[in-house]
């Protein structure tokens, strides 16, 4: 796989909605049909919206988060358009389609550490920052004391600008406000988790890469991202989504 593939691998898409209803979500979430609201584009809301379209093809997206959707038939035929779209796309992997909320299992193949800031507790860095960002929580007490191998990803927009305190949409970069985006994706992942919630875009997770490579060399980085690729698509593999997608 490229660094292009992987880093597309490590996005995890913004909340999306597959709805012609009124709710509040649907409103928000909905995108364009051929450069026009859904309403004027005379397509069928099953179809891939211009902003999907471009983060599968362009950004190599392949995690996508299903927020609000009309009903079950709705839901298989967009997936079917989604699958039909990605397998011509470079190695033809399959898109993981969740919905919003999830239900964890006992045996949790992804966790998603919370927008909090554990105050007080990392007493190897002394570090206060949005869980995800810690090293002292991901690599030191997750990864290495409890011996965690499978997918870390973040909550959603932590590592975008938080210009409103409270807002569903804005960011929520606690501890790291002061940093660029792409700075903040390379801290999280030098903390050791896999994937980037509610981040469409492969631009900054390819920034973060090239900071990588300056600190320790194309070949460590690399390791680094593939580490992460084989827990992604380890997943993908045992949901039988390259058999049945």
């Known amino acids: ?29 909905q995108g364009t049909y051929h450069g026009k609201p859904f309403a004027e584009s005379g397509c069928e809301i099953y179809e891939l919206s211009d902003e999907q379209k471009k983060f599968l093809e362009e950004d190599d ?3 996508v988060l299903l927020t609000v959707v009309d009903n079950a038939e709705t839901a298989a035929k967009w997936n ?5 779209f990605v397998e011509k796309i470079g190695l033809g992997i399959p898109c993981n389609n969740s919905s919003d909320p999830r239900h964890g299992t006992k045996a949790a193949a992804a966790v998603m550490p919370y927008y909090t800031v554990s ?5 190897t860095y002394h570090e206060n920052v949005g869980n995800s960002y810690s090293k002292y929580i991901i690599r030191d007490l997750l990864r290495d004391t ?13 590592t975008k600008d938080c210009p409103q305190i409270d807002s569903f949409t804005s960011g929520k970069c606690w501890g790291t ?18 994937q980037f919630g509610g981040n469409s875009e492969i631009a900054p ?9 300056q600190e320790y060399g194309e070949e460590a ?7 992460s690729a084989v827990r992604l698509l380890r997943n993908m593999f045992r949901t039988g989504l390259f058999e049945n997608p």
């Open 80 to 84: 079917n358009r989604m699958q039909a």
């Open 61 to 63: 997206l392949r995690h």
């Open 221 to 227: 980085m690399r390791e680094r991202f593939e580490k």
């Open 205 to 213: 997770v390819l920034e973060a890469y090239q900071m990588g490579v």
């Open 1 to 29: 796989m490229s660094i292009h593939q992987i880093a597309g691998l490590m996005l995890y898409s913004a909340h999306q909605a597959v709805s012609s209803g009124d709710s509040l979500f649907a409103k928000m979430f």
């Open 119 to 123: 105050f007080g507790q990392d007493s």
């Open 177 to 194: 406000e002061t940093m660029t985006e792409g700075q903040r994706h390379y801290k999280i992942l030098k903390a050791g988790v896999d």
């Open 146 to 158: 409890y011996h965690y191998d499978g997918v870390v990803c973040t909550d959603w927009m932590i």
